[in-house]
C-alpha cells in the first residue's frame, strides 16, 4: 500500500481495509466507481457503476466494467461469490433502498459486505462537513446527496438481511476531524494519516457514523 494513500485517505481505508480478507471467488463492486478496490486489494473485481466517467478509469486499470443502476442488477441469480459495496447505499433514494439491498442478496453467491454511513448522529456531522468544506469554496455534491437522501437506519438494513452481522465504526469527532483535514490543500497529504494513528484507540467509540455489515448463506 502506497504510504501517501495511507496519510491522506482515511476514510477510504476505514470503509475497505476489514472487507479485504473476506474477498473471494467471483468478486462484483457495485458502485466501484474508479476501482479503489483493486487499487487497495489487487484481486480481479468486476466494477458496476452508473458513472460513465468513473467506470473509463476503472478500464484503464484493466477491470472489467458494467454500467447500469444498483437497484435493478443485470445479472443471473447467485452470479458472484462476492458482492461488495462501499459508501453507495447511501447515495440510493430512500424508496429504492430496499430494492438495492435485495438486488445485492440476489446476485451473491456466499457474501454481501456493506459500506455505509448511519443515522441521525451521521446526518447531523454531514451537515456539519457540508458547510465546513462549502466556508472553503468546496461543492461537495456527495455529501449534498447524503443530506438530500437521509443516511440508512440498521433497522432498514436488519429488515432485509436479519442475519447480518453489523459492526458500528468511526467514531463522529475523530471521523469529522479527519474528513476536515482531508479538505484542506496541502496539510491533506499527510496530516490525516497521522492524527488517525494518534486517534485510534477512540475511532469505533460511540457515537459512530458508520456501519460494515456482513450478510454469509
Do not use: C
Request: aromatic fraction near 10%; hydrophobic fraction near 35%; charge should be positive.
Amino acid at each position: 500500500m502506497k504510504i501517501g494513500l495511507y496519510l491522506s485517505s482515511v476514510d477510504k481505508l476505514q470503509r475497505y481495509i476489514p472487507f479485504i480478507p473476506l474477498l473471494e471467488g467471483k468478486i462484483l463492486d457495485v458502485g466501484g466507481g474508479i476501482g479503489n478496490l483493486y487499487d487497495l486489494s489487487k484481486k480481479k473485481i468486476t466494477v458496476f457503476d452508473i458513472d460513465e466517467r468513473e467506470l473509463e478509469i476503472a478500464r484503464k486499470k484493466g477491470l472489467e466494467t458494467v454500467k447500469g443502476d444498483g437497484s435493478n442488477l443485470p445479472f443471473k441469480d447467485n452470479s458472484f461469490d462476492t458482492v461488495i459495496s462501499v459508501a453507495t447505499l447511501e447515495h440510493i433514494p430512500k424508496e429504492n433502498r430496499s430494492k438495492f439491498l435485495k438486488e445485492l442478496r440476489r446476485v451473491a453467491k456466499k457474501k454481501v459486505l456493506i459500506y455505509t454511513p448511519y443515522g441521525e448522529i451521521g446526518e447531523e456531522y454531514d451537515k456539519r462537513l457540508y458547510k465546513f468544506r462549502k466556508k472553503l469554496g468546496k461543492d461537495d455534491r456527495w455529501t449534498r446527496e447524503h443530506i438530500q437522501n437521509g443516511l440508512p437506519k440498521i433497522e432498514e438494513i436488519k429488515n432485509i438481511y436479519p442475519n447480518a452481522k453489523i459492526k458500528r465504526i468511526q467514531n463522529a469527532k475523530t471521523w469529522y476531524f479527519i474528513m476536515m483535514l482531508q479538505t484542506i490543500p496541502i496539510i491533506n497529504k499527510i496530516l490525516p494519516g497521522i492524527f488517525y494513528l494518534l486517534l485510534k484507540p477512540i475511532q469505533n467509540m460511540e457515537p459512530t457514523v458508520g456501519l460494515l455489515i456482513r450478510e454469509e448463506f
